[in-house]
């Protein structure tokens, strides 16, 4: 019997309770080719990976509720290639994650792969490459989902605006990445920009430009498309809702508009108690929407100023112009640029991560989590080289992917020795590690269906001295709740307890460990996959920090053929096994 679609989609929202499914839903077809070609970003011209020629990539537009259909043809001459939809739970669709070796084969040069998923619900996203580096080298866009028809987002405005944030190297990622396993190690430094939907300047700075006189060179950055200022129109008295994610390699940020103020609304696709700055901090991975309301002197333009954060910076600050109708976008502001926080002062970043809370109405987390698995972040060496370990252990991935080697019973998908869950309480996390040396391993996790996990990520000194790095962890296939921070090591004390939230804790995709401090995490593994949790710094993942959660893997329905025919699930295939 054939149901009736109104029927239907009630029947599919039942079986998907998790989902927005206010009404059902409409698909979206997009046709992608995915090119390598000649660009200017910082208006110097680069190899660039772009999307039908554009860079940044198309952005999708969609509601809650829609399918997505990208049909997506690798026209890169040498390598593979796939797209992760970051912040998207893939509920039901672990296969169209984009994590290669993980969720599926890389798309080899030629050939095409359909990516078909359902927003569940309303945030702001975004897409990007997740093979080898190809992110640092331009493979990304904006994914903005709406709310559901009939449906109302919890706070008003009269207009939007996006943007995505990024870095930018001069080097290419093959030359990077070749850095990053050299023996001796090379550093791949600090970028050369920082751009705003794609656009940055190097070399040239317009706010002294403008001070001082233009020189040739930032008089020739306002007529090239491809790295001219960013313009950002609004009408005065207005409210804004100004959607902004970073995508960087390597950068933390921190964005302001001269005189305005900020008041936070969203985070990571989950609305937040609002909240109101002067200014923003955005870890690699982060998306915000913050309302921005035009109640200053009309007859001027303001900047709007993106510098770096975290790292002694090397990166002169991105600038983009917020014009005031009716006056000319030419106008610069009078104003100078706001002044970006100093890269060290940490208490602002915590002062303003820790502000943000769940809005009424989220779920709340589970009381108590059955299982607690701690993971010790440190840098160490291996042969020679530097890698990032995690409980001493550095990732590197498969041949075969996981979903479809464990989907399929392999017998050689997961070493016999599974990864530790806690580590020494004796370690001190402010000194370099007293064992430098680590080893390999696949850090696969196997999660039980439905278990609520806590994830400790304790973060700790690098192999110099005195140093602690940033590092902004992502969690694909779910939201997790950020539970709590600290500083220094935790000890699971009274004291530690006491600083963890329960009553209305954030539910996010990303969260950030301060430099000698922790983080802890709750989340539920509902999800049945196999899911990256990772540092979402480009470099430190390829370094190997990160682990892979394996839920339920018996659970996932057919997994496409063509989605992990590689490695030894090629094998097993053609020898007659099924997914």
Known sequence: MRLPLPLLALVCCALMARQHCAAAGKARHLRWEISNMFWSPDCEEKVVIG????????????????????????????????????????????????????????????????????????????????????????????????????????????????????????????????????RPFRWIGEPQSLLINGRGQFNCSLAAAHMQGATNQCAATAANTQCAPVVLPVQPNKTYRLRVASTTSLASLNLAIGNHKLTVVEADGNYVDPFVVDDIDLYSGDSYSVLLTTDQDTSSNYWLSVGVRGRLPKTAPALAVLNYRPNRASDLPALAPPVTPAWDDYGHSKAFTYRIRARAGTPPPPPTAARRIELLNTQNR???????????????????????????????????????????????????????????????????????????????????????????????????WVLGYGDGAYRGDAADEARLNLRDPPLRNTAVIFPYGWTMLRFVADNPGVWAFHCHIEPHLHMGMGVIFAEAVDLVAKVPNEAVSCGATATALMAGGHL
């Open 382 to 480: 291996m042969d020679g080289r530097i890698r990032w370990s995690i409980n001493n252990v550095s990732m590197v991935l498969p041949a075969t992917p996981y979903l479809g080697s464990l989907k399929m019973g392999l017998k050689s998908t997961l070493a016999a020795a599974r990864p530790a869950e806690t580590f020494s309480r004796e370690y001190d996390v402010t000194l370099p590690p007293p064992n430098p040396n680590t080893t390999v391993g696949d850090n696969v996790y196997v999660l039980a269906h439905n278990t609520t996990v806590d994830v400790l990520l304790q973060n700790a000194n690098a192999l110099s001295r005195n140093v602690s790095e940033v590092h902004p962890w992502h969690l694909h296939g779910h939201d997790f």
């Open 51 to 182: 999307i039908n020629g554009q860079f940044p990539g198309p952005t999708i537009r969609a509601r809650a509720g829609d399918t997505v259909h990208v049909q997506l043809r690798n026209a890169l001459h040498t390598e593979g290639v796939v797209i992760h939809w970051h912040g998207i739970r893939q509920i039901g669709t672990p296969w169209a994650d984009g994590t290669a070796a993980i969720s599926q084969c890389a798309i080899n040069p030629e050939e095409t792969f359909t990516y078909r998923f359902v927003v569940d619900k309303p945030g702001t996203y975004f897409y990007h490459g997740h093979y080898g580096m190809q992110r640092a080298a331009g493979l990304y866009g904006s994914l903005v989902v709406d709310v559901a028809e009939g449906e109302e987002e919890p706070f008003q405005y009269d207009g939007e605006l996006n943007l995505l944030l990024s870095d930018w190297y001069h080097e290419s990622i093959h030359t990077q990445m070749v850095a990053l396993s050299s």
